[in-house]
């Protein structure tokens, strides 16, 4: 996987720890430490999520090694549509995070905003080596990071993000990546 490649996978990851970081900070008036705190969690989280999914990957590829790319299209597929349903679906979730600062809290809202990085990461087992694995978490790590502070100074700013198109976006780009994949290990791109 190229580092532009990489790059758009974490920011297509990352907008759901863009909209909660400016969510929270937007209803809580958190300060900029409690900020930085939330980017640090949200960026660890969502770096050690797909890094636990490559390891299962990674285990898993000798077993699957002949549909290892069918694997990789249907997970970032099923990602990706679900986060186009989201974008599109008429209800608007109402996002509550109303118990007060502390560190647990942040770790469950990384833990939520993370959960589809883990799926990607078994995708990225199956067809990456442990070391690209590692450059690339690395990458979804930081990108975070720096975006959920983005999210904190916006959130800060009470200034808007377009969610739905955001959602949308990154689900675009997941399945994107998927059909990429595929069709490289099939020889047609």
């Not at 490649?5 to 920011?11: C, S």
């Not at 970081?21 to 705190?37: C, I, K, P, V, Y």
Request: net charge neutral; with cysteine; aromatic share 12%.
């Amino acid at each position: 996987m190229s580092f532009w490649e990489a790059f758009i996978l974490a920011l297509a990851l990352c907008v759901d720890s863009l909209v909660v970081s400016a969510t929270e900070a937007f209803r809580s008036r958190m300060g900029w430490r409690q900020g930085l705190l939330m980017a640090l969690v949200f960026g660890l989280c969502q770096g050690l999520f797909p890094l636990l999914g490559a390891l299962i990957g990674d285990a898993s590829r000798a077993f699957i090694e002949a549909v290892d790319h069918w694997v990789a299209f249907g997970l970032l597929a099923l990602i990706g549509g679900k986060m186009i349903f989201d974008g599109v679906k008429n209800t608007e979730e109402p996002k509550n995070f109303n118990f007060q600062f502390s560190i647990f809290k942040y770790f469950l809202l990384g833990v939520a905003t993370s959960i589809d990085a883990f799926a990607v990461g078994i995708g990225l087992g199956l067809q990456e080596r442990l070391l690209a694995v590692l450059y690339i978490v690395s990458l979804i790590g930081l990108v975070t990071l720096l975006v959920s502070l983005l999210g904190v100074y916006l959130g800060k700013r009470n200034i808007p993000i377009p969610e739905r198109a955001a959602a949308i976006t990154a689900g675009l780009v997941l399945i994107a990546l998927g059909v990429k994949i595929l069709l490289d290990h099939l020889g047609i791109f």
